[in-house]
């Protein structure tokens, strides 16, 4: 059974960084692509990040550019978000996802396999 659980979120103040762990099992992690999902409130499934495989090429919204990186350890089945520099607009439900479908970078709900979602909560 694939499994995904997410750790690492919490409330931080802007400009504050925070680190997102997604431990994966179930499956053989180093063969699949791996994404970072958002959703802010009232807002749609907005793919922010993957990685490939191997650990490239990498993939980021512009929004979170120079603030974000990806990263994964095929060692430990782990793959992780580093956020620094922290927006307000950075608030969100992030989602560990395995084979996503995010046309136009949206993602569909009922594709891939998910992580149960960790609160991020950017506010002073």
Known sequence: ???LVESGGGLVQPGGSLRL???ASGFTFSNYWMYWVRQAPGKGLERVSRISPGGS??????????????????????????????KPEDTAVYYCVRDA??????CRADSGYWGQGTQVTVSS
């Open 1 to 3: 059974e694939v499994q």
């Open 57 to 86: 090429p990498l993939y980021y919204i512009d929004s979170v550019k120079g603030r974000f990186t990806i990263s994964r350890d095929n060692a430990k089945n782990t793959v992780y978000l580093q956020m620094n520099s922290l």
């Open 101 to 106: 479908a995010c046309p136009g970078g949206l």
């Open 21 to 23: 762990s997604c431990a």
